[in-house]
C-alpha cells in the first residue's frame, strides 16, 4: 500500500425525512442560489420540501441545469448569482446539478479577471468558493460527498473534470425515497455508473490493499444484491437505502486510498458523450468489458478475485477472470444499460476514430493503471465495443 493522506469534511444526513435538515446547515438570513434541473423535483415533492427547509432565508431559484451540464447554462446561473448576491450555492438533484453546483459556487468566487472557463481542467488555482450543500435525488456520481466536477461545453466538443477541496459541499442529504420517481433508464444508469467507479479503482492489480478491495466488493455486492429488488419494486426502502449509500461509498474516497487507480473507461466515455450524446453510464456499459478483454493479461488476477468474491466463481484463474467480464456485461444489461456500440446505432469505426482524436486533442495519451493506452489502445477498445 502507497503512502496517502485522507480528508472529507462533508457532512452526510442520510435517511427518509433529513432534508428538513437543511435548515441546521444553513443560516436563517442566507442569501441560497437553488440551482435545480429540468423539474423532477417539482414532480416528487424534494421541491417542497426543500423550500419549507429554507424558510427564512432568502432563496433565488436557478432551473434548468440539463444531464452533463452545459458551460453557458452554468455562467447565467453565475451571473444570476452576482446580480443577486448569494452566499451559499445548494444544488438539488442527480450529478449533472450538483457538479454544475460546484462550478457555480467556484465561479462566484473567482477573480473577475479571470476566465471561468479555465476552472475546468483546473487551468488555474482555486483558493475558494462560496459554500455548497447538496441534495442527492440520483444516487450514481458520489459528487454530492466529493470535490470533483464534470462540465461539458459542447461547442467546443470538451467534456472536462475539475477537482478541488474549495468545492466539497459543507453537507449533504441523501434520502433514499427520492429513488422511487426515478425513470427506469435513469436507475439502470446509476447502478452502473455506481458500479463502474468501484471497478475503476479496484479493478486493476493485487497492491495489498485488503481492507480496500473488500469495501470495494462489498458495494459491488450490494449493488447485485440491490439491482433485482429495485427492478421489481423500486419503493423498497432498504434497497433504496442501500443502493443510495454504495453509489456515496463508491465514490467518498476510501477505496482509491494507497492505490494506483485505472479510470480509463471513463476517459473513454466521457469522449463518447461529447462525440454521440450517450448517457455518461451508457458509455461506461460499452467501454468497461471491452477494456477489460483488451487488458486482459494485465488485470488477470484481480479479475479472478473480483470473479470469486463477487460472482462466486470457481476454477483456475483465466476461466474464472472470463466468466467475470461475462457475468458484468449480463449485469448491465440486467438492469436495462445496453453494451454494445450497435445497440445505440453507432458506427464503431467512426467512433474509434473519434475518440482517439479527441484523445489526442485533450492529451489524455497514458491512460490506465499502468499508464500504457495510448489513444490508439483506445481505438481498437472502442472497436472492441462493437
Ligand atoms: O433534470 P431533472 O428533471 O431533475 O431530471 C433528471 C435528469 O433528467 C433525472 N432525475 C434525477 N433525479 C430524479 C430524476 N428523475 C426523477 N426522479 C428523481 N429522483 O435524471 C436525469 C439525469 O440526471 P443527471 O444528474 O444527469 O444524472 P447523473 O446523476 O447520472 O449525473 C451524470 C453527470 O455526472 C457526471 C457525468 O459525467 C454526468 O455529467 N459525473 C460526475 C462525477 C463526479 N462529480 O464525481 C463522476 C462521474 O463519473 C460522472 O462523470
Ligand atoms: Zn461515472
Given at each position: 500500500m502507497k503512502n496517502f493522506s485522507f480528508h472529507n469534511p462533508n457532512r452526510i444526513h442520510f435517511?427518509?425525512?433529513?432534508?428538513?435538515q437543511i435548515g441546521t446547515e444553513i443560516a436563517a438570513g442566507s442569501r441560497v442560489l437553488l440551482v435545480y434541473g429540468g423539474g423532477s423535483i417539482k414532480r416528487n415533492g424534494v421541491y417542497d420540501q426543500v423550500i419549507a427547509a429554507l424558510a427564512g432565508r432568502t432563496v433565488v431559484e436557478f432551473a434548468?441545469?440539463?444531464?452533463?451540464?452545459?458551460f453557458d447554462t452554468l455562467m447565467r446561473a453565475v451571473a444570476l448569482g452576482k446580480e443577486k448576491q448569494v452566499d451559499w450555492v445548494l444544488g438539488v438533484g442527480g450529478g449533472s446539478v450538483l457538479d454544475g453546483s460546484k462550478f457555480i459556487a467556484a465561479a462566484l468566487a473567482?477573480?473577475?479577471?479571470?476566465?471561468?472557463?479555465?476552472?475546468v481542467g483546473n487551468k488555474t488555482p482555486l483558493h475558494s468558493a462560496l459554500p455548497i450543500g447538496c441534495v442527492l435525488?440520483?444516487?450514481?456520481?458520489g459528487s454530492e460527498s466529493n470535490f470533483t466536477g464534470v462540465i461539458t461545453r459542447r461547442e467546443t466538443q470538451d467534456k472536462l473534470s475539475f477537482k478541488n477541496?474549495?468545492?466539497?459541499?459543507r453537507f449533504c442529504v441523501m434520502?433514499?425515497?427520492?429513488?422511487?420517481?426515478?425513470p427506469p433508464r435513469q436507475l439502470g444508469n446509476g447502478l452502473v455508473d455506481a458500479f463502474v467507479h468501484t471497478t475503476e479503482q479496484?479493478?486493476?492489480?493485487?497492491?495489498?490493499a485488503r481492507v480496500q478491495d473488500r469495501l470495494a466488493e462489498g458495494i459491488l455486492s450490494t449493488l447485485t444484491e440491490v439491482a433485482p429488488v429495485l427492478l421489481k419494486d423500486q419503493a423498497d426502502y432498504d434497497a433504496q437505502a442501500n443502493f443510495m449509500w454504495s453509489a456515496n461509498q463508491a465514490m467518498f474516497?476510501?477505496?482509491?486510498?494507497?492505490q494506483t487507480l485505472d479510470w480509463a473507461t471513463h476517459a473513454i466515455g466521457h469522449e463518447l458523450t461529447v462525440l454521440y450524446g450517450l448517457d455518461h453510464a451508457q458509455t461506461l456499459a460499452v467501454t468497461l468489458p471491452s477494456l477489460w478483454r483488451y487488458t486482459f493479461d494485465a488485470k488477470r488476477a484481480k479479475l479472478a478475485q473480483y470473479g470469486r468474491r463477487v460472482w462466486n466463481l470457481n476454477g483456475d484463474d483465466e476461466a474464472v477472470a472470463h466468466a467475470a467480464i461475462d457475468a458484468t456485461r449480463a449485469y448491465f444489461e440486467s438492469v436495462g444499460?445496453?453494451?454494445?456500440l450497435t445497440d445505440y446505432g453507432i458506427d464503431a469505426e467512426a467512433a474509434a476514430a473519434g475518440v482517439e482524436a479527441q484523445l489526442i486533442r485533450h492529451k489524455r495519451i497514458a491512460l490506465g493503471e499502468h499508464a500504457d493506452l495510448t489513444p490508439a489502445d483506445c481505438r481498437a477498445i472502442v472497436l472492441g465495443a462493437a
Open positions: 435517511g427518509q425525512g433529513q432534508i428538513a434548468g441545469v440539463g444531464a452533463n451540464p452545459e473567482l477573480d473577475p479577471a479571470i476566465d471561468p472557463w479555465l476552472i435525488t440520483l444516487p450514481a456520481t477541496p474549495a468545492v466539497f459541499p434520502d433514499p425515497t427520492v429513488i422511487s420517481s426515478l479496484y479493478l486493476t492489480f493485487p497492491q495489498e474516497g476510501l477505496v482509491p486510498l494507497g444499460v445496453k453494451t454494445r
